[in-house]
């Protein structure tokens, strides 16, 4: 663990590996649109509440504060949740003289630009890393397919949830500020989606296999294939219009599975008449 951290007392270390541990069932209550991550995020954060309300009345009060709506990437989520028992701590203390909203405030404006910072970084670039190395092995026939993928995908995760619950806690309510007045958030959200959209690109090329198999006769001569033109003009062209195709439709609220099975379907036709 990193020295910036040596500060936090052996109690705070437990109650912040509660925390951690807790994290990974944000999901296990009840997710409906009213609420959406607030009964995880206080489930999460019991260990704290527990330890810093002993008295019953106060700690209901703190678990109403955190059941106001709340959805963020679960992966740099702890951040939240570590800066939110930082938080909780002081108004323990200072109770009365603390202003409890202030704690729903900052934890709500930390879920925009956190997730996109996480979005990007785990579902634009880790997730896709994953994706390639994991479908490489497997379209060869290794069992090393999924369980790479799942290695790579999960294990910058579950280091990053253990390092921001320390981080949000040791920085308390303070980084929040001085993170927008830097400038800090606004170009790590942006350095962060230039990235994800690289990997993306990377994964359509690399993944998604299209051509065309028709040919044009010349009298005389051997015919011409299509598909070495159409690279010609631009390089996967067809993938990316299958992909930006399959993304229309989906922001078009077409379900998942039915796109599915509509890709399938088309390209068994498709195949059978020799067009690709």
């Given at each position: 663990?990193?020295?910036?951290?040596?500060?936090?007392?052996?109690?705070?270390r437990k109650m912040l590996n509660k925390i951690y541990w807790r994290s990974f069932m944000v999901f296990a209550g009840p997710c409906g649109a009213a609420y959406?991550?607030?009964?995880?995020?206080?489930?999460?954060?019991?260990?704290?509440?527990?330890?810093?309300?002993?008295?019953?009345?106060?700690?209901?009060?703190?678990?109403?504060?955190?059941?106001?709506?709340?959805?963020?990437?679960?992966?740099?989520?702890?951040?939240?949740?570590?800066?939110?028992?930082?938080?909780?701590?002081?108004?323990?203390?200072?109770y009365g003289d603390y202003d409890p909203s202030s704690i729903v405030s900052i934890k709500t404006a930390l879920m925009g630009p956190l997730s996109g910072i996480?979005?990007?970084?785990y579902w634009g670039i880790v997730r896709c890393i994953a994706a390639g190395v994991g479908i490489g092995f497997a379209a060869s026939g290794s069992i090393l397919?999924?369980?790479?993928?799942?290695?790579?995908?999960?294990?910058?995760?579950?280091?990053?949830?253990?390092?921001?619950?320390?981080?949000?806690?040791?920085?308390?309510?303070?980084?929040?500020?001085?993170?927008?007045?830097?400038?800090?958030?606004?170009?790590?959200?942006?350095?962060?989606?230039?990235?994800?959209?690289?990997?993306?690109?990377?994964?359509?090329?690399?993944?998604?296999?299209?051509?065309?198999?028709?040919?044009?006769?010349?009298?005389?001569?051997?015919?011409?294939?299509?598909?070495?033109?159409?690279?010609?003009?631009?390089?996967?062209?067809?993938?990316?219009?299958?992909?930006?195709?399959?993304?229309?439709?989906?922001?078009?609220?077409?379900?998942?599975?039915?796109?599915?099975?509509?890709?399938?379907?088309?390209?068994?036709?498709?195949?059978?008449?020799?067009?690709?």
């Open positions: 663990m990193s020295k910036m951290f040596d500060h936090i007392s052996e109690a705070d959406r991550q607030a009964p995880g995020f206080t489930m999460s954060i019991m260990p704290a509440l527990e330890r810093y309300y002993p008295e019953q009345e106060k700690r209901a009060e703190a678990m109403q504060r955190h059941m106001t709506p709340y959805n963020i990437t679960q992966n740099v989520g702890t951040f939240a949740m570590g800066l939110a028992a930082s938080m909780e701590h002081e108004n323990a203390v200072h996480g979005d990007s970084i397919g999924p369980i790479l993928f799942l290695v790579i995908y999960n294990l910058p995760g579950m280091l990053g949830r253990y390092y921001l619950t320390y981080l949000g806690f040791s920085m308390g309510e303070n980084f929040i500020t001085k993170a927008y007045e830097s400038g800090m958030i606004t170009i790590l959200t942006k350095c962060a989606g230039i990235i994800g959209l690289m990997m993306v690109g990377f994964m359509i090329s690399s993944n998604v296999n299209l051509s065309i198999a028709l040919t044009m006769p010349v009298a005389g001569a051997e015919p011409i294939a299509v598909q070495p033109y159409l690279d010609s003009l631009l390089m996967g062209v067809l993938p990316l219009s299958l992909t930006l195709l399959c993304y229309w439709a989906l922001k078009k609220k077409m379900n998942q599975n039915t796109l599915l099975f509509v890709v399938l379907g088309v390209g068994f036709v498709l195949g059978l008449l020799g067009i690709c």
